[in-house]
């Protein structure tokens, strides 16, 4: 049964707004380490199902486990995130006026006034996690540099670093390379493939060259169900796929 090895496991979910089924009966599993692509067209409940997630929605009916135990459709949003799930939205939202280190210390502490009265003393584990974490998102180079004089693609990735310093077991993320160059793009991918094994990640993505890069598991949604699963070879010949991003 895959749902023993899931870290997470979305069961016969639903979702109504004003009558509008947006989610339905979506079951989706993902594997302990697993970089999986969710993509779909337009309206598909991409959004709603990382909502879902996140607990910034609920359910009217399913079930969304976190690992065996935890019971996301009980915690509030706050608590999902302490218990290791991170997102990271499209728009990158990094402290413009701190430098890189900062931004990464702030993640670190959870909120600005915790880290003005902790600053400077950060213990060794902690200072070798901003260093790590500046060597895995490759701006090393960029340690006092302020944020806001970062590339757009650099704050992606920096945001992604404020997401690791919190150590997260999943990490969700919605549209990386959405206004990135070619180059950004690959870098990118380098970068979510090599977050893969240590954690669990899942990227909703519109960009099918950058899935293809990246991807070893993609499953396609369609009007708040799964419609496809499987490497995005088996998907793109997959009729039904076809059809529906022919019809968008
Ligand atoms: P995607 O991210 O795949 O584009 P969404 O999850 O954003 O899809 O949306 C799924 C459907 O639910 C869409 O038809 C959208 O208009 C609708 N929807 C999403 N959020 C709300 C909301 N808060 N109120 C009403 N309708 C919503």
Redesign the pocket.
């Known amino acids: 049964d895959a749902s023993h090895t899931a870290i997470l496991y979305l069961e016969d979910l639903n979702?109504s707004?004003?009558g509008?089924k947006?989610?339905n009966n979506l079951t989706l599993y993902i594997d302990k380490g697993e970089l999986r692509c969710i993509i779909?067209?337009?309206?598909?409940?991409?959004?709603?199902?990382?909502?879902i997630i996140t607990g910034k929605?609920r359910p009217d009916s399913g079930q969304a486990w976190f690992g065996q135990t935890v019971d996301l459709l009980k915690l509030s949003e706050p608590e999902i995130a302490n218990a290791g799930i991170g997102r990271k939205f499209q728009k990158p939202t990094v402290f413009e006026s701190h430098s890189v280190a900062e931004n990464l210390e702030l993640a670190m502490h959870g909120n600005k006034s915790v880290w003005y009265s902790l600053r400077a003393r950060l213990s060794g584990e902690q200072q070798a996690l901003i260093d790590e974490t500046l060597q895995t998102i490759g701006l090393t180079d960029h340690y006092h540099q302020a944020a806001g004089a970062l590339s757009h693609g650099q704050k992606q990735w920096l945001e992604i670093g404020m997401l690791l310093v919190q150590k997260p077991y999943l990490l969700l993320v919605d549209e990386p390379v959405a206004g990135m160059t070619h180059q950004e793009m690959e870098r990118t991918a380098e970068l979510l493939t090599s977050l893969a094994g240590k954690h669990s990640v899942v990227v909703?993505e519109h960009d099918m060259d950058f899935v293809r890069s990246i991807a070893h598991q993609v499953t396609v949604?369609h009007q708040?169900s799964v419609l496809a699963e499987g490497t995005m070879d088996e998907v793109q010949n997959d009729q039904r796929v076809i059809e529906v991003y022919l019809g968008e």
């Open positions: 979702v707004f004003d509008f947006a989610i779909g067209p337009n309206g598909a409940g991409k959004t709603t199902m990382m909502d929605t909703v949604l708040g």
